[in-house]
């Protein structure tokens, strides 16, 4: 079974073609994986602008499967794997609607993927299957949740944001600092040179049930909101203090100090979540997808923690982490393994549920 996968749920035009390895352990294997980052033009605007991306995605979509189809070297296709949703719709739409053309005319099954699983895919194509149960905590621009996995293919959601995704945290201090977009990979690079105990943001603490969401849990969830308002106040107070003004950046040190105090907030809420639900829950393994999962301390802390606790930790290469199709392809596999086939009326889903 070889499979297409197209994304273009956010920023990134993606195609792969991923196939079934039939080593129950090791399931799929990457023939190629084309990626047309968009990060250049939304730079500009200081983060994603919806109507720019959907537009760069129809110019960039028929030479990014091409290239895919190409790299793989000619294998033949038995189905096609697209990303439904959640992401912005138009963008989205692109990629639906190639893969509808293309299922349609080869005469091949069209699998809709969540992009969140794709995520979690990320993992198992970069490790092998996880250990089960597993806890995975999927952190991206849009999205910080923490699922449960007692079956390949099966989510529990266990927690997640209540107002910013941990990514858009990163991306919102890092305009704040002047520091561009996306804030990410520049903070990260940042924070090793400051002192990440030289300003006591706060942690999160949720003391209410969520109002948004009543039926849902919520025990263990995230906010970041309140940590990301305290950096704009200590931006704000110091630029005051030195006779700066809201355009002028603070001297390079104090950046630089910021960054790691902020990162370290960051990363200690969101291992201190997931090794919590690991632990109650005697999980087997535990794994961090999406975007923020290139983060370097991140990466760090999670392995000697996992390491204190004999439990093995799932991270994906630096390429598997931020968008890709490869991801999309491999959680399609699992899909239409378990029998997955869709009709070609599907729309796209700017907030479907996993
Ligand atoms: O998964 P992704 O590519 O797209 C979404 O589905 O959102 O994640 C993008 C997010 C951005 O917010 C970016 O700032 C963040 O991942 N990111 C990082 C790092 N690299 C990318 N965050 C922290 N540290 C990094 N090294
Ligand atoms: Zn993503």
Redesign the pocket.
């Known amino acids: 079974m070889i499979i297409l996968g197209i994304e273009t749920?956010?920023?990134?035009t993606s195609a792969a073609v991923v196939e079934e390895t039939g080593d129950a352990s090791r399931p799929w294997r990457i023939r190629s994986n084309v990626v047309a980052s968009q990060v250049a033009i939304h730079r500009e605007w200081g983060g994603v602008v919806p109507e720019l991306s959907a537009r760069q995605h129809i110019r960039d979509i028929c030479g990014v499967v091409e290239r895919a189809l190409e790299d793989a070297k000619g294998p033949r296709i038995d189905g096609v794997a697209v990303t439904q949703g959640p992401?912005l719709v138009g963008s989205l739409l692109v990629g639906l609607s190639f893969a509808k053309a293309f299922a349609w005319t080869r005469g091949v099954p069209l699998i809709p993927v969540h992009?969140l699983a794709g995520?979690i895919e990320s993992l198992v194509l970069q490790g092998g299957e996880m250990p089960m149960p597993a806890i995975v905590l999927v952190?991206?621009?849009?999205?910080t949740s923490l699922y449960r996995i007692s079956t390949p293919g099966v989510y529990e959601l266990l927690g997640r944001t209540r107002d910013d995704?941990?990514?858009?945290a990163?991306?919102k201090v890092?305009k704040l600092l002047h520091l561009g977009?996306?804030?990410?990979?520049v903070?990260?690079r940042l924070a090793r040179s400051g002192n990440e105990r030289a300003i006591a943001f706060p942690r999160m603490r949720l003391t209410h049930a969520d109002r948004n969401a009543p039926d849902l849990p919520g025990t263990r969830d995230f906010s970041f909101s309140g940590l990301k308002t305290s950096v704009l106040r200590h931006v704000g107070t110091r630029r005051e203090t030195l006779g700066l003004t809201p355009a002028d950046p603070l001297p390079d040190y104090e950046t630089a100090d910021i960054c790691a105090s902020f990162?370290r907030v960051v990363v200690d809420t969101l291992l201190d979540r997931l090794f919590d639900a690991a632990r109650w829950y005697q999980a087997r393994s535990v794994g961090i997808a999406?975007?923020?999962s290139?983060?370097?301390r991140?990466r760090a802390e999670a392995e000697v923690r996992g390491a204190a606790r004999q439990l093995p930790v799932f991270v994906p290469d630096l390429a598997l982490?931020?968008?890709n199709a490869a991801m999309i392809a491999a959680a399609g596999l699992r899909r239409f393994r378990a029998g997955f086939d869709a009709q070609l009326d599907i729309n796209a889903e700017a907030s479907l549920a996993l």
């Open positions: 749920s956010c920023d990134e992401g992009h995520h952190v991206s621009g849009g999205h995704a941990a990514g858009e990163y991306d890092a977009y996306p804030g990410g990979p903070i990260d990162q999406g975007g923020v290139a983060n370097s991140l982490s931020t968008d």
